[in-house]
């Protein structure tokens, strides 16, 4: 039965089968939220010990102890556009648990997803920061978490978004710095795939998410609902998804199941667009 507001069925099974990852440990960028944090409830449930990460301390406490009751939990607040706090993150995780085994990097900037920006209106101090963002972020994430992978034979998924493939006008900025995760993330799969790590991305297309949410907000219940009824006229499946329906996928590339897949980017969107 789908949950108010059109966001699909109220209870999400989860792909991770209960033991899958028993022993592993999973790293996550952006998990005190939205997508990252179900991903981190999806691998605690599947038994991976768990290191997530954001900016915000308050945040960041919050969600390690309401995930705390499901298994071993760490948060670490970091920067993940600066490079030694990337260091420092990977190096933390390495220190806590002993090894990594999965990553996912989903940080995300919250100011640019969704904002519509005329082409020469943007700064370039405004468009450097999406892309450190939303691309060198990712590269500084895999540059420190590969040789880690390495040992245990691991696997990276990296978030990109459908606006890499819709190109709207006035995302250009954002929509081609999740182009450059993609491109990344096919290029560094195939130099490590002999080497045992496999890397792959998921594209989300509206999932019901703070950064959704944003977008979603109006003076009214009855504004909020046009809202949502204006996304849902675009997706086939006329809901908007769910962060559990990320995570699912996030969790099914990085097990067993999907042990010959790699270089790949797999759409979550419902089937949305034109």
Known sequence: MAAPG???????????????????????TGGTSGIGLATARAFLTAGAAVVI?????????????????????EFVAADVTDERSVQQLVEGTLDRFGRLDH???????????????????????????????????????????????LDSGGTIVNTSSKDAEL???GTGSYAAAKAGVEVLTAAAA???????????????????????????????????????????????MKRIGRPEEVADTVLWLSSSRASYITGQVVTVDGAIGP
């Open 167 to 169: 190109r709207t006008v």
């Open 6 to 28: 059109g966001v699909g069925p109220t209870i999400a099974g989860m792909t991770g089968q209960v033991g899958e990852f028993t022993g592993q440990v999973a790293l996550i």
């Open 190 to 236: 195939k130099e490590y795939a002999a080497r045992g790590v496999r890397i792959n991305a998921v594209r989300p297309g509206a999932i019901l998410t703070p950064m959704l949410e944003k977008n979603l907000t109006a003076p009214t219940p009855g504004g909020r609902q046009e809202r949502v009824e204006r996304y849902e006229s675009l997706i086939a």
């Open 53 to 73: 990460c954001g900016r915000s301390p308050e945040r960041g406490d919050q969600a390690a102890r309401e995930l705390r009751s499901l298994g071993a939990v």
């Open 103 to 149: 990553a996912f990097n989903n940080a995300a900037n919250t100011e640019a997803a969704g904002a519509v920006n005329a082409f020469t209106d943007m700064s370039l101090t405004v468009f450097e920061g999406i892309v450190r963002a939303s691309l060198t972020s990712v590269w500084l994430c895999m540059k420190h978490q590969i040789p880690a992978l």
